[in-house]
């Protein structure tokens, strides 16, 4: 259910990125609006999916295991009246202080490209804050186990992004990132609207209180300030990321994000559902006696599910990518020479795809522990090494080996891809000595890997036989790429791989007359 959601929503997010390109390009206006979208990302990954997912759902989930309805309600309502307290100082706050955060987040920026990211800086600091209370609601619902609202719960703010610009077209790319915007506060809101029903129904009348905080909640305010300083660590990353990107030529802030779009659709579709799915569980067996075991048994399963899907996902990005590029983005103001461009950023990033998913696997099995403060730690070395590498390849590397400094882009998201590995390591070692034995299988990756690269060989003969065109090819390719991956993993043996063809079996299968579909189909 959360896979289905989030791949609802990443899907949505797609053809919003491509609505963007057609209108803005790889324009000055498109940086202006790339960097200025990072405003609401970092509220909601700072405050909601991160700080507030590690320190809120793991108490919330608790109670809710052992029935004790009345504190999980009041610990929902404390928790609530406490984030929109926050929320308020921060919205108010970010909106006067945008030059100031246009300055921090984009120092390359000068002129018309400022002015405009300044206006939309002040545009996205509401909505950001609606996507935080957006947050909340998904951390109860995933506590009673209601995933698909709450993870598709974004496709109305994409489509809210998406009507507003087709509505409301524009040939000014300035006009049209403004319009874009006021469609994501819209958006913003109407995320809320259609999870609270659903809030209600599950949690009952909910009282915003503060009054009523009791242990539980000082439990939450414990473990929140480890995971918001993890979390604002790992943004700061971010934030280096597009200011390093604002001192390259233009365009390279959008082609960033273009890129992220689709490195992290795998990102979220397996790696977050994985995690997301596995924490209220971990959670609620906390205090079981064989928990260490019980985790060891379910971080290895979670490993094994992520080497499936994760590494034919980066051999397809790698291979492939440049026809997806093409084919989602190639429209409009979004030139050849762009999805080219945008291709190999995101080939430096999709080789940190596997350390990347592992690792919120993993920071899921020490929130459900309680521990907020090694995930920081590792997140503290995990940008530190990012910026350092990521400074040094996108402003002198291009130079050193005789290339346009735009491709520098490409050298930042490299980095981002070692420092992921580096913080997976520090994980795993730290969580070793309190868990269960994690089966890690070199063999099953040696197989997946070999049968990856027969699949992409394949894929790119298919890409080849359809000729030009990037949405045929895009097509062609990573459907027979699909097919000979799944068809060789299983013939391997690899049980993964003919549970999913089992399952597509079974969704064809004949029901007999007057009857059912056979039971072990």
Known sequence: ?????????????????????????????????????????FLQNLLGEGALSASFIPVYA???AEKDEEAARRVAGAVGALLALVLSVLVVGGMLASPLLVDVIAPGFAGGRRDLAVSLVRL?????????????????????????????????????????????????PARAAMIAAWGAVVGSALQVLVQWPAVRRSAGAIRFRIRDAGPEVTEVARTFGPALLGRGVIQISAWVDTLLA???????????????????????????????????????????????????????????????????????LLGLGGDLVAALFQTGAFR???????????????LGLLPATAGRLWASAFYARGDTRTPLRSAVIRVGTGITLGYVGAVFLPGWVGLDPKWGAAFLAGAGAVAAWIEF?????????????????????????????VALLVARGGAVLVGPGAWPRALVGSGVFGVVYLGLASLLGVRGARDILAAVGSAFQRRPPGGSAPRDG
């Open 246 to 316: 604002s001192l390259l030529p233009v365009g390279a802030v959008m082609a960033m994000m273009n890129a992220q779009t689709l490195y992290l659709l795998p990102v979220s579709l397996f790696g977050m559902s994985i995690a997301a799915a596995e924490l209220p569980s971990m959670a609620a067996d906390r205090n079981r006696a064989d928990q260490a075991d019980a985790l060891g048994e379910r971080l290895t399963a979670g490993w094994q599910r992520l080497l499936l899907v994760i590494i034919p996902s980066t051999v397809l």
């Open 1 to 41: 259910m959360v896979g289905a959601g989030i791949l609802a929503s990443r899907l949505a997010g797609l053809v919003r990125q491509r609505v963007l390109a057609h209108y803005l390009g790889l324009s000055g206006s498109a940086d202006a609006f790339a960097a200025a979208f990072r405003i609401p990302n």
């Open 425 to 453: 390591g520090v994980l795993r070692r730290r969580l070793a000595p309190v868990i269960g034995h994690v089966v890690w299988n070199p063999g099953l990756v040696l197989r997946l890997t070999l049968v990856a690269a």
């Open 336 to 350: 050849a020479t762009d999805a080219a461009y945008v291709w190999m950023i995101l080939a430096g990033a999709s």
């Open 124 to 172: 996205f600091f509401p909505g950001a804050g609606l996507l935080v209370v957006s947050a909340w609601c998904l951390g109860i619902l995933n506590s009673h186990h209601r995933f698909l609202l709450s993870y598709s719960a974004p496709v109305v703010w994409n489509v809210a992004i998406i009507g507003a610009l087709v509505l409301w077209p524009s040939g000014d």
């Open 62 to 64: 608790r109670l809710v």
